[in-house]
Nanobody
Framework: QVQLVESGGGLVQAGASLRLSCVVSGRAFTAYGMGWFRQPPGKEREFVAAITYTGSSTNYADSVKGRFTISRDNAKNTVYLQMNSLKPEDTAVYYC????????????????????WGQGTQVTVSS
């Protein structure tokens, strides 16, 4: 059984930084791409960032490009989202997800390409 557990969310002021972590249980973490999505209050879930199984390729939403960095530590079965220069519009519940497809060179932007999801962690950025 694959389980994903996010942590690292919190309440911060605009301009601050946070690092989210997502620990993935189960086998074959190293074979799958990972992604981060978020759901702002009253809005649909949206793509934030993705990384391939090797970590060699990443993909970012335009709204976070240059401020957020996705990375992974395959030895720790963990994917990270480093968030810098946070803005009030970054306020959302952040979810990590694991892809359906193994050994893919694509860093997927669509939620439909992900099969397993965490429970989410709240990030609130005050102005």
């Amino acid at each position: 059984q694959v389980q994903l557990v996010e942590s690292g969310g919190g309440l911060v002021q605009a301009g601050a930084s946070l690092r989210l972590s997502c620990v993935v249980s189960g086998r074959a973490f190293t074979a799958y791409g990972m992604g981060w999505f978020r759901q702002p209050p009253g809005k649909e879930r949206e793509f934030v960032a993705a990384i391939t199984y090797t970590g060699s390729s990443t993909n970012y939403a335009d709204s976070v490009k240059g401020r957020f960095t996705i990375s992974r530590d395959n030895a720790k079965n963990t994917v990270y989202l480093q968030m810098n220069s946070l803005k009030p519009e970054d306020t959302a519940v952040y979810y990590c997800a694991r892809t359906r497809t193994s050994y893919s060179w694509s860093a997927y932007r669509s939620a439909n390409d992900y099969a397993y999801w965490g429970q989410g962690t709240q990030v609130t950025v005050s102005s």
